[in-house]
């Protein structure tokens, strides 16, 4: 017969077993949703070491960080399917401030489905260093996306170079090409 105190006990263990503590920490900034998610499983599936991911939500489409990205710096210099459907794009030597000459690598990435909507970033540094990590970095570099991902781009080109890539049929759809 279980005593009370062994119920507890087992009622704990199943608690601990089941509830994996939470490393991403959720924001609201000037009405902005985003979430920090220091243990992104993405972010695992296409680079060797960690990198934080940030994700906002207020936007127009999962395509968002990546018009914004194009839109300021051009096309990307690589783009990924990860896991062979998941597109992934790199910006590599972007100066991103204007105060710094320092350069960083940019990953955009988006998610759409009935469950998840977001559009999201990884920054490092030449050295490979996770720049979304450290909170002293973080905020400045979420100020460069924070606020502008509501309001779909116009560049015709960047829609079309997006389908391309990343979903071919829509794009012979949407180009007839």
């Known amino acids: 017969m279980l005593s009370i105190h062994n119920s507890k006990l087992i009622l704990l263990f199943v608690l ?4 994996q503590p939470d490393t991403s920490v959720a924001y609201a900034q000037d009405s902005r949703a985003y979430q920090v998610d220091r243990d992104s499983d993405f972010g695992r599936t296409f680079q060797s070491s960690d990198l934080t991911e940030v994700k906002f939500f207020e936007i127009y489409g999962a395509m968002a ?19 062979k459907k998941y597109p992934l794009f ?29 559009s999201s970033i ?7 260093e996770d720049m979304l990590g450290d909170e002293s970095y973080r905020d400045e570099f979420i100020d460069l996306f924070d606020g502008k991902l509501d309001k ?26």
């Open 16 to 19: 601990c077993t089941f509830f």
């Open 65 to 83: 960080t990546t018009g914004l990205m194009y839109e300021k710096f051009g096309k990307w210099d690589q783009a990924d399917l990860v896991q």
């Open 90 to 118: 790199t910006w590599t030597f972007v100066k991103l401030f204007e105060h710094s000459d320092e350069k960083f690598t940019v990953y955009t990435y988006g998610m759409e489905t009935e469950d998840d909507y977001y």
């Open 122 to 128: 990884f920054i490092e540094n030449m050295d490979g």
């Open 152 to 177: 779909e781009t116009d560049n015709d080109q960047f829609f079309e170079e997006y389908w391309r890539f990343s979903n071919p049929k829509r794009y012979k759809e949407l180009y007839g090409e």
